[in-house]
């Protein structure tokens, strides 16, 4: 199985360079050239997750041997940094026909530690295989979940550096302590001046510029990429789509669901659609998004416009305007014809907006359906949801359970459902205490994860206690401009 590049046919690379080196040097992104079918699905179903994990894993990353991503895989998920009782990926109904597969049962209570504890071990049997021997440097813009998922999946990874960017006004004040108290001895974590696109802009300049790379190489370094551009990011996720359509129809019986996924960068939304491409059978896509509803226009109407206000919504790993795996999805959609693709990334870059062709807007809005929600919506969906069964959700989560019931009522559609649930409400609190009634009055963050618990009766995961005794590590910050001068100094460089 070969890789290329969403800008450029002529690449075509192994899995073990595209995840080693994160992004292709044309700055598009590694695409599989072909998306194997599993024909054997059902067999699948006996399987553990680390077995419908290996099964999907090497498909696609057929460089690797057997042993290999037995390693990883089982390193992964059966390590004992995913909760026992739960499992990785479990299954939960609190509605008729709507099943929420809570991806957050991980050391930092975000879905993005399903890939993330994985993608370092990917990375480092890469790194061999590539043999270049370099000593790995993971540059990270984050939202706010990737940075502590990166942070804790690269923590004393031996040969690997982690810096992590966070906008400073644009995470939450749990996440912010999560990453601003990390430990471990090859990490680094700095606020931005901006807000996320800033903040991924400045990683990808830093990434794709001929000097850096060339200082870096000096000193026996090379960058790569933790963020969901790399494809280590991306094949993970596609597992737990695998797996959820096997448990739902197991339950149901249903041979099609739906699979709704709450938007930012467009990864775990894409990998769903990698997931029906191999064969699960899915009817719909449902790009749930918050007030920054820019996928929702552009599924509507072909038009990728960035030129709109940026909102900070109490959903936060969603406030994106540049989309970044969209790219992938075009790829594919456009019939893999990287100039077109390419066409409309400079476009993108140049005046900040591009229209795709009558076909791919035809063919993505027959795949996809779109709905986007505002912070209040997002509340009253939450304390509806709660009052009605008892389940409890975050934001994230909340945004997709609306998009779920506004699907239903415009079609009448009632094909099992399946909604990734992206966070822990916890990871929320404030927001999710209030949509349920609590005030957060005078409470601090400590005292709102508390209320939030004892009012509604949920427990408050094991990673998110004990951050009022931790010390706070990291307290630096920078703007677009000095980041690269930050990442150099914090890799040892000097010029
Ligand atoms: C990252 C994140 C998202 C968005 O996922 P994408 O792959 O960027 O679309 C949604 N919810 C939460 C809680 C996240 O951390």
């Known amino acids: ?131 270049e021997g370099k000593e790995i440097c993971i540059l990270v813009a984050t939202s706010g979940d990737t940075g502590k998922a990166a942070l804790e999946g690269f923590k004393d990874v031996e040969g690997t550096k982690i810096m992590v960017f966070y906008p400073e006004n644009g995470v939450s004040p749990m996440q912010k302590l999560q990453m601003t108290t990390q430990e471990g001895n090859n990490v680094n974590v700095c606020a931005i001046k901006g807000n996320f696109d800033d903040a991924q802009t400045g990683v990808k300049r830093i990434f794709t510029d001929e000097q850096t790379k060339k200082v870096l190489a000096e000193n026996g370094k090379v960058f790569s990429s933790a963020n969901s551009i790399n494809w280590g ?34 990864g775990n939304i894409l990998a769903a659609y ?35 206000d940026f909102y900070t919504t109490i959903s936060p790993s969603m406030d994106i305007l540049i989309s970044s795996n969209l790219e992938r999805l075009l790829y594919h959609m456009s019939g893999s014809d990287a ?60 945004v997709a359970v609306n998009a779920c019931h506004e699907y239903r009522k415009e079609t009448g559609d009632n094909t099992p459902c399946i909604i990734a649930s992206t966070a822990s409400p916890f990871k929320f609190a404030s927001a999710v205490l209030e949509a349920v009634g609590g005030s957060t009055e005078n409470l601090n963050e400590f005292e709102k994860l508390d209320v939030l618990s004892e009012k509604t009766g949920v427990e408050i995961p094991a990673p998110l206690c004990g951050f009022d005794k931790k010390e706070i590590r990291f307290k630096d910050s920078c703007t677009g401009e000095t980041m690269r001068a930050k990442v150099l100094d914090a890799l040892g460089i000097k010029e």
């Not at 505002?374 to 509340?379: A, F, G, V």
């Open 1 to 131: 199985m070969k890789y290329t590049s969403t800008r450029n046919s002529s690449v075509s690379v192994d899995s073990a360079y595209a995840i080693y080196h994160g992004i292709s040097e044309d700055g598009g992104l590694f695409v599989p050239c072909e998306i194997p079918e599993i024909d054997d699905l059902e067999q699948l179903a006996s399987l553990d997750y680390c077995g419908r994990a290996k099964a999907v894993l090497s498909r696609f990353l057929t460089d690797f041997t057997d042993e290999e991503l037995d390693l990883c895989v089982s390193g992964a998920y059966l390590s004992g940094r995913f909760d026992g009782r739960t499992g990785c990926a479990p299954v939960v109904s609190p509605e008729d026909g709507n099943f929420i597969l809570e991806l957050w049962h991980g050391p930092t209570s975000a879905f993005k530690d399903m890939a993330l504890q994985i993608l370092p071990r990917l990375l480092t049997v890469a790194a061999k295989k590539t043999g």
């Open 233 to 266: 990011r991306l094949v993970p996720q596609i597992v737990y789509y695998v797996s959820a359509y096997l448990d739902v129809k197991e339950k149901t019986g249903a041979d099609k669901v739906n699979i709704v996924v709450p938007t930012g960068n467009f």
């Open 274 to 308: 990698y997931a029906m491409k191999m064969g699960v059978p899915v009817g719909k896509l449902i790009c749930a998004s918050n007030r920054n509803n820019i996928l929702t226009d552009f599924i509507k109407t072909g038009v990728y416009d960035r030129n709109r």
């Open 339 to 398: 100039e077109k693709v390419k066409g409309w990334m400079s476009e993108l870059n140049e005046k900040g907006c591009y229209t795709v062709d009558e076909q791919v807007k035809n063919d993505i809005s027959e795949l996809f359906y779109a709905s986007c929600c505002d912070d209040e919506l997002t509340k009253k969906t939450i304390g509806e949801l709660y009052e009605k069964t008892g389940y409890l959700c975050d934001t994230h989560t909340a």
